[in-house]
């Protein structure tokens, strides 16, 4: 079986390289802006915060949230070229699969490792194009990686890189904003872990009744304090950009002008009634139909320390359901 599972997962690493090295999900027409963005930023030695882009509204203000990714695809565009783009791209997202699979491969089978591996690259492959996205499912994988690591095997020291990916993330990707909702879900989910153990432990359960409910919470939060400790510093790093608080708000903003709709901005339901991009959408939502059931197991099997796995499947359905673009996010987060 375990020459079965190493064969197995070279086999899913050649067949996802094959789609991601493949002309068709790797090339959009976006590239071009983004090399010559990050020429501009590299001869300049600064970030510009106008619309150099747009002939009518050039002084309109821009809040660039990818301008390292800019740099980096400039750079390396000079160095190896477009193909060469292609393969550093590929080999960014496979080494986030690679850490998706790291976080989940010791506590699954083979059979719900090929599932879910499968069911949430098909949505995936929707956002492999060459584009800052890809920084991001870089970061998202290793803060899942570095949660879980904590979460089933107290294994906390990569918890400690979060802060600094943080800063990386905020300056690469407007999906910056997720590492700390996601630091915020594993948080609630140590605080009611706590909570229970406590309940069990106790020797004398009403004098723990009778503490009050402030002394209570202060005692679940010194049980966390790392946790706590983490994610302020992962809030603190995302104002760590050249727009500082406004560019650590963005997120919450990007959308408020933007100016004209696009497909990629457009929720499921709107797709379907136009017959737009209908693929994507029954595979999303027949691995949301596997999603579904995969708790329903995991409530059976008596399962109940999910607190973060219920709280991320919630939020990255809802994200995949309101817009196109996010299916990315959610392919990783359904893995």
């Known amino acids: 079986m375990k020459i079965l599972r190493i064969l197995f997962l070279v086999l899913l690493f050649i067949f996802f390289a094959s789609l991601l090295i493949h002309p068709v999900y790797s090339i959009n027409q976006d590239i071009g802006r983004h090399i010559k963005s990050g020429q501009i930023i590299w001869e300049t030695k600064q970030v510009y915060k106008t619309n150099l882009f747009s002939f009518t509204e050039s002084n309109n203000p821009f809040v660039n949230h990818h301008w390292l990714s800019e740099v980096a695809f400039y750079g390396l565009n000079s160095a190896i070229g477009l193909k060469g783009l292609i393969l550093f791209k590929a080999m960014v997202l496979l080494l986030a699969i690679g850490l998706l699979l790291a976080s989940v491969y010791p506590r699954t089978g083979l059979w719900p490792l090929a599932i879910s591996s499968l069911a949430g ?6 956002r492999t194009d060459v584009r800052p996205e890809i920084f991001s499912y870089l970061f998202l994988a290793f803060f899942i990686f570095a949660i879980f ?24 990707h407007i999906y910056f904003a997720v590492g700390p909702i996601l630091l915020s879900f594993f948080l609630i989910d140590r605080l009611i872990e706590n909570k229970r153990n406590s309940k069990s432990e106790a020797l004398n359960p009403k004098q723990s009744q009778n503490q009050g409910f402030g002394i209570r919470i202060l ?13 302020l510093l992962v809030i603190s790093a995302t104002l760590i950009n050249p727009n500082f608080i406004s560019g650590a708000l963005y997120p919450l903003m990007v959308l ?11 929720n499921i339901f709107f797709l379907r009634d136009y017959g737009i991009s209908l693929t994507a959408i029954n595979i999303f939502e027949l691995s ?14 008596g399962r109940k320390q999910i607190t973060f796995e219920v709280l991320s499947a919630i939020f990255f359905t809802v994200m995949a359901g309101k817009m196109l673009r996010n299916f990315g996010l959610y392919g990783f987060a359904f893995i």
């Open 121 to 126: 690259f098909l949505v995936f492959i929707e």
């Open 219 to 231: 005692n679940l939060f010194r049980n966390s304090r790392l946790e706590f400790r983490i994610w």
């Open 288 to 301: 949301f139909a596997v999603l579904i059931l995969s708790f329903v197991i995991a409530f059976k099997n």
């Open 256 to 266: 408020k002008n933007y100016g004209y709709s696009i497909v990629e901005n457009q």
């Open 149 to 172: 690591r904590a979460k089933n095997q107290s294994d906390y020291k990569y918890l400690y890189f979060l802060p600094l990916i943080q800063i990386f993330w905020t300056n690469m």
